[in-house]
Each structure stands twice: as structure tokens, then as C-alpha cells.
């Protein structure tokens, strides 16, 4: 149960599709077991999140090992959209 002042998560279809070709179950499984609930208290800071520079300043990414999670975040209606999921040799080309 998501209490009123945390974010909810929502999965674009785009990281789904990718998500379930891309990258081994173990990790998606340490995505929404252990990185959601952090996203969902506080999804501006920590240990692994930055927020990405230049025409990418709306965007972070959280650290998880080789791979990186990218997300942005409606503040208004504390949503927390995830993007993306890459292994960090390709993540930011």
C-alpha cells in the first residue's frame, strides 16, 4: 500500500518491453524489490541516484551494479516514470 506522501511507480511500456529482453530476471527482480521502495520514499537523492546534465536534466539514473535505471519524476503527481534500464557500457550512448 503506497501511503499518500510517497511516489508511485509506473513502468513505461518502452522499459517493460526492454526490461524483459534485456536484462537478466535477477536484477529486475532487485529493481522492484529493493529499489522501488527507495524510489518511492525519495526519488531526488541517494548514495546511487544522479540527476543527468545538459538537455538531460529532467532525467536520473540510479546505479544498480552495471546496469543503470532511468527514470524521471512528476513532482505534482508524485510519479515516478521509469524509462529505461542499460548496462552501463551502453547507457549513455
Not at 8 to 21: D, G
Not at 27 to 33: L, T, V
Not at 65 to 82: A, Q
Request: glycine share 4%; proline share 3%.
Amino acid at each position: 500500500m503506497v501511503s499518500s506522501d510517497e511516489f508511485r511507480i509506473s513502468e513505461t511500456l518502452t522499459f517493460q518491453k526492454k526490461a524483459a529482453s534485456r536484462i537478466h530476471k535477477q536484477y529486475y527482480s532487485r529493481i522492484k524489490d529493493n529499489i522501488y521502495p527507495v524510489l518511492r520514499n525519495n526519488p531526488f537523492f541517494g548514495p546511487n541516484i544522479k540527476r543527468l546534465k545538459g538537455e538531460l536534466s529532467s532525467i536520473y539514473r540510479y546505479r544498480i551494479g552495471d546496469y543503470r535505471l532511468f527514470y524521471t519524476i512528476d513532482s505534482e503527481m508524485k510519479i515516478v516514470f521509469i524509462l529505461d534500464v542499460a548496462h552501463r557500457k551502453d547507457a549513455y550512448r
